[in-house]
Structures are given as C-alpha cells and as structure tokens.
C-alpha cells in the first residue's frame, strides 16, 4: 500500500500558503509545479492553456498514467508527477546540455522544463514546448515500446506527429532555438564546418533540431 502523497503534498501546499516556487498547476487534480526561480505563474497559466487546448483522450491517458500507483513506485516517485521549471541547464545523462530546454523521464512522471530559457520565449513558441513533452508523457502513458528500447528518432517524430494531432506546433522551439543563437553556440553562421558537421549529426540522431546547411 502507498500512501496517497499527491492528497499528503497538496494539503502541505495548501496549509503553508502556497508560495516557497510551488504553484498550483493542475489544481483539479492536485498537480502542482516547482519553480524555485520564478516564472511560475506564467508558466502554469500557458501549461493549462496547452491542456484546455489538448483532446480529453490524450488527457485522460496522461492522468491515467500519473494516478497509477504501480507505475509510479516503479520510478520512486509518489505524490504525483514532478514537474518543475528551474533555471540553468538541465542534465542529460548526468552531464549539463545547455541545448535542452525540457525533458521527460522516470516514465512520464518527471517533467523537467528549462526555465529562463522558457521566460524568452514567447508564449506560442513555449506552448509548443510543453505539448511537445506532454506528448512524450502520452508516449509513456500508452506503452510506446520505443520508450524503452530507446530509438531516439522514432520517439521524436512520434512526439511530433501527437504534438501536431493536438493542434501545436512542431518546428518553433527549434526555429527560435536557432533565431536567438540558443543552439548551444551563439551563431551558426560564424561556425566552421566541424561545429556545423557536429550539429547536423547530433541533429540526426536525436530526432530534434534544425539542420544546418
Ligand atoms: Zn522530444
């Protein structure tokens, strides 16, 4: 038996006042979102914005797949998702990547999203974004076999086509990655063709990003 730490979390939430970077998210169903260094309220308003705008078939398998008490113990994680918008790179592999600005793992429950990158963006590109990991959580929520057998470029593009299913976009967080030198490099056009050979290739086995000519 797990305790029910979703009720346990939000009743501490609720008694302290709100405040301390936790924001209500998803208040209908207890889910909130860790900003520690601000931005959370325009964050949570565009992230609620995104589900009213998502079909109820892809937000009921989200929640499905976030209430199942046997899927969160696997991944250690009780009390819900966690979802957090912080500042500063976010790891991949244990290693800081400047380049990602959000990131789902722990089977769809945790949901990292870059957060002073995401106050630059306008609110139509960082809609985008949060579709887009949201479709990644669907991914996860629907036993998509490729999110464990790890076939990067299939799980982008099948992101991408549910992404664009729900009404978003697919190619602004990349196209304004690339407008305001967010690529990890400041300008692209000033790189030699080995930075430019780098990101092409890291470009193609990811799945993501904006290829360089
Ligand atoms: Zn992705």
Redesign the pocket.
């Known amino acids: 038996m797990i305790p029910d730490g979703r009720a346990m979390m939000w009743g501490h939430f609720r008694r302290s006042g709100g405040g301390g970077g936790v924001v209500p998210l998803l208040p209908a169903h207890k889910i909130m979102l860790l900003a520690p260094h601000g931005g959370g309220e325009r964050f949570a308003g565009l992230f609620r914005s995104v589900w009213a705008k998502m079909p109820l078939w892809g937000r009921r398998k989200i929640l499905g797949h976030w209430r199942d008490e046997r899927q969160a113990a696997g991944v250690f994680i009780y009390g819900g998702p966690s979802i957090a918008l912080m500042d500063g790179p976010i790891h991949l592999d244990d290693r800081p990547d400047d380049r990602v600005l959000g990131l789902v793992n722990g089977r769809g429950f945790r949901i990292q999203f870059r957060g002073d990158r995401a106050a630059e963006m306008p609110d139509d590109v960082a809609m985008d974004l949060i579709a887009?990991e949201l479709a990644?959580v669907y991914q996860w929520a629907a036993g998509w076999e490729e999110m464990t057998s790890g076939d990067h470029f299939a799980?982008?593009e099948g992101?991408d086509h549910m992404t664009a299913a729900w009404g978003f976009g697919t190619t602004s967080v990349d196209e304004w990655a690339l407008a305001v030198g967010r690529v990890g490099l400041v300008d692209p056009s000033s790189w030699t063709t080995a930075q430019k050979d780098e990101h092409n290739a890291r470009v193609l086995r990811s799945g993501?990003g904006v290829l360089i000519p």
């Open positions: 887009h990644h799980i982008e992101a993501r």
